[in-house]
Every structure is written in C-alpha cells, then in structure tokens.
C-alpha cells in the first residue's frame, strides 16, 4: 500500500506507481521493501522507514524506484499530467519498444504453465468488457457486533501449513513432490482404464476413455516411489502447444501415482516402420526429420534439453503415416536449462543414441540432441543402428563403439544413399568436433567465480563508504 493509502487521507491513481515500485523492487532483489512483524509494524515502515538499495542494483533501476518511492504522490513519478508516459520514458526501459509489447510481438522471458484452457478463459474479452457490479453494504446498526456471529477465522500461515501436510501425505516418499497442476479427485472417477500400450523403466502407458465424453487418450502413470514427474510435467504443460509435441489434456496424482492424460497416438512407432520397411526412403526421413528437427529447435530455443531422442520415442498420432501427425513423446529425461553455463551434469541417456560427451560425464548442453538426430538419421536411411551391430550387444559394448568413433557407411543400404544423406547422418564431423572441443569449466559454487569474488571486494570497500544509499521520500 501507499503512504496515503496507509494514513487514510485520502489518494488518487498515483498510489499505484507505489505499488508498481514494490513490485518492481520484490522482482529485483527477491523480497519486499517493506515487511515487518505483524501489520502495524509494515504500516509504520511504509510511512517512515528509510529504504536502503542494494548496490547491486543498475544506476537505472535505482533511478526508478527512487522515482516511485515518493511519500509524498505529487512529487511521485507518473503522477503529472503525462502519467504513464513519463513511466515509459524513463531510462531503465529505454530498450522496451511500447508499440510492439502492446501488439504482444515480443516473446515473453517466462511463460507459466497452464494446465488447462479454464484457467485463462474468464480473461477473455467476453468477461472483461462486463460492467462491474457493486453491491454496497448495509450500514451497521446496533447489532454490528452480531455480523460476524457463527463466522471462523484461520489464520494464512495456518492454512499454509495444512497446504505443506496435504503435499506430504501425496508425495510419500522422500525427495518425491507433489505435482501443482494435478487435479486432486481420483482418476478413476474421470476415466476408464483399458489396454496396455507399452511399458517404461518408471512408468506404464494405457488406452484411456472418458466417462463421460467417451473421449479416448493415453494415460501415462508414473510410481511416485520410482521417480518425480514434475519436471517432465512442467516441460509438457509450459511447451506443449507445439503441432509436433504430444499434447497433455490433464494431470491426476494420488498417494502412489501420477496420471498425465495425452492424445492416443494410434498409428504407431517410427520404430514399428523402420522395422517393417527395413529402411526408410531419403524422401520420407527427410520430411520426418523436418518436423523432429523442428520440434528440437523449438526446445532448444525455450533452453530445453529433450536428451532421449530415439524412432521409439517418436510417434504417429493416426495410421497415414501422414508427416503432420508425428509426435514427440516421452519427455521423461527432458531437462530445462538452469545452469549459467548451460551444461547438465545429470546422466541419462539410452544406449545406442548417447553422445560421447555424456560417457565422459562432462556435463552437457543442447548438442546431445543434434547428436542424437545424426543416429536418428542414420537408423532411419540403414535400417540400423550406427553402433549396435547384433540383438547380443551389451550396452557396454555399444557405448566403447561410440567413444570410439567406429560406424560404417558402405555396404547393405549404404550403397543406394545419396552422398548428402552420408554427410548429415555421417556423425564423423560432429564426433570430431566434440573430441576437439575444450573441456567444459567444471560446475563450482557460485560465490567461487570471478564475478563474485570481484562483487564481493566491491561491496567490502563500498559498505565502508556506506554504498547502500538511502531513499528519502
């Protein structure tokens, strides 16, 4: 709240650039400028309390917090007869271009998740255009004492921990999380389960059908006890919208399982056609390399790792065979970047399609998947895999070929595949690369970095000369 809001004086449209600085400095530093105790004590702070900001802070941004920190509204940026505009022209947003933020052409940094289309329908313009309507309340009488007779009151920290006891009793095994977007009612009053569809390390795939609808899905059901979903859930809801990706319709949890309902791919793993074709023609796999190629550019550019790119994990949503029907599935590996570097650390892969730099346990970035769409290619155009040569291979054995480097590209149905096919699917080139390539830094704390020893000599000498600068409505 505003200082006028606080003190009951009366205010305009200007308390709102104070709320527009809270939320800007809540953004920047991770908590509140204000915060006291209890309410009384946050009230005072609002109105008297000096705030210090933190050196770390642009000269820009200080700026303009400085600007909306005014106690009294008139002297307050945004208040004038220019209002929003003189917010626009301030330096810290020199780099925003209005006019396209307002015809929304520029990508967002962040996109939350939403799980379904309900959560976002009471925006449209429909609902937003409605008159409000405002019922005022009867004046209290004598019997004021008696509105509240029969109401209870339970305090938010209180609900807050009965919301932490009700994720604990879901997740019952340690370092297993609830799922925020997962209905809480059982599935199976929603659904009927049918049919196995294939089963996984952590997870088993069944037919599903609505009750309801009579709609049919696949219902993909992940042990709790085995491994947490919530990241594979967060990649599917946040990037799903993609044409090529499987489309995740709702998410159910109970004590021991997680239900991600997708569409029921009826025609098929690529696999299944490379197996019954032998090979697949250069015409085909190009045109499914395209829409796989998109799929990874797609996540690539939203700092998403798929890391278990392979013909089983790629799927066609009905029997054409029709390119526009592929879908990626199984994001049970995927990984969303966080790291500064944009290595991970984390080894999964499956065998036959893992590149060296995962063996070598160096932490690895986005180029695993361009190294698994050169095997995809490749097992696609032969019919085989590039370093498995029998059904007796163990997966040490394919793994020593890969750090080696051992393929071929003659012989059987090397000998009808055109020259350019060879170089994209050939792998030689990126092998190389990578063997060449200098060794990622190792991962260290982030207090061991340059920078950080550098901020940290800034801020020893800067505290002596008081750098943390108060702001004084």
């Known amino acids: 709240m505003a200082p006028e809001v606080v003190n009951r004086r009366g205010h305009s449209t200007a308390a709102d650039w104070w709320s527009l600085g809270v939320l800007m400095y809540e953004m920047l530093t991770g908590h509140l ?23 770390f802070l642009s000269p820009e941004a200080q700026s303009l917090l400085r ?58 313009s429909e609902f937003t255009k409605k008159t409000p309507r405002d019922s005022p309340a009867l004046p209290p009488s004598a019997a004021a004492h008696e ?47 049918k049919e196995d569809i294939g089963v996984g390390s952590y997870s088993i795939c069944k037919r599903c059908v609505h009750k309801v609808s009579r709609a049919e899905y696949a219902v993909k059901m992940i042990q709790k006890s085995k491994r947490d979903a919530s990241e594979e859930i967060d990649v599917l809801l946040r990037h799903g919208h ?30 299944d056609k490379i197996l019954s074709k032998k090979n697949i023609t250069e015409k085909e796999a190009s045109t499914i390399m395209a829409k796989v190629v998109s799929v990874v550019g797609y996540l690539h550019q939203n700092q998403v790792v798929h890391r278990d790119l392979k013909p089983s994990n790629i799927m066609y949503l009905n029997s054409s065979s029709d390119t526009d029907g592929v879908r990626i599935i199984d994001f049970g590996f995927a990984k969303q970047l966080r790291a500064e570097n944009g290595l991970l650390m984390t080894p999964c892969y499956t065998a036959q399609f893992v590149a060296p730099e995962v063996l070598k346990k160096q932490g690895y970035d986005m180029s695993c998947d361009i190294w698994s769409l050169g095997i995809l290619l490749y097992t696609m155009v032969s019919g085989e895999t590039p370093f498995a040569q029998g059904i007796n291979d163990s997966p040490q054995q394919i793994i020593d070929r890969i750090g080696q480097g051992s393929f071929k590209l003659s012989g059987g149905n090397w000998d009808g595949i055109s020259g350019m096919a060879k170089d994209l699917g050939a792998l030689t080139s990126t092998y190389k690369a990578l063997e060449s390539a200098n060794s990622p830094s190792p991962l260290c704390p982030v207090n061991a970095s340059a920078l950080a020893q550098r901020r940290k000599k800034e801020r020893g000498s800067s505290q002596s000369e008081s750098s943390m600068t108060a702001v004084i409505a």
């Open 242 to 271: 993609h044409p090529n990706i499987i489309r995740v319709y709702g998410v159910y949890e109970d004590e021991e399982t997680v239900y991600v309902i997708m569409e029921l791919c009826k025609g098929g793993e690529l696999l």
């Open 33 to 55: 400028p204000f915060q006291g105790e209890n309410r009384r004590e946050t009230m005072t702070q609002i109105l008297k309390a000096k705030l210090r900001m933190p050196g």
């Open 147 to 193: 509105l509240f007779r029969g109401f209870s009151f339970v305090a938010p920290h209180m609900y807050e921990q009965m919301a932490k006891n009700e994720v604990k009793k879901a997740a019952k095994t340690s370092g297993v999380h609830g799922i925020p977007q997962a209905k809480r009612t059982r599935f199976a009053d929603d659904y009927e389960i």
């Open 67 to 124: 600007s909306l920190f005014k106690r009294n509204p008139q002297n307050r940026l945004g208040s004038g007869p220019e209002g929003i505009q003189q917010i626009k022209n301030h330096p810290f947003f020199v780099n925003i271009d209005w006019v396209r933020l307002f015809k929304r052409e520029i990508p967002p940094p962040f996109k939350p998740a939403v799980n379904t289309s309900d959560e976002t329908v009471y925006f449209d």
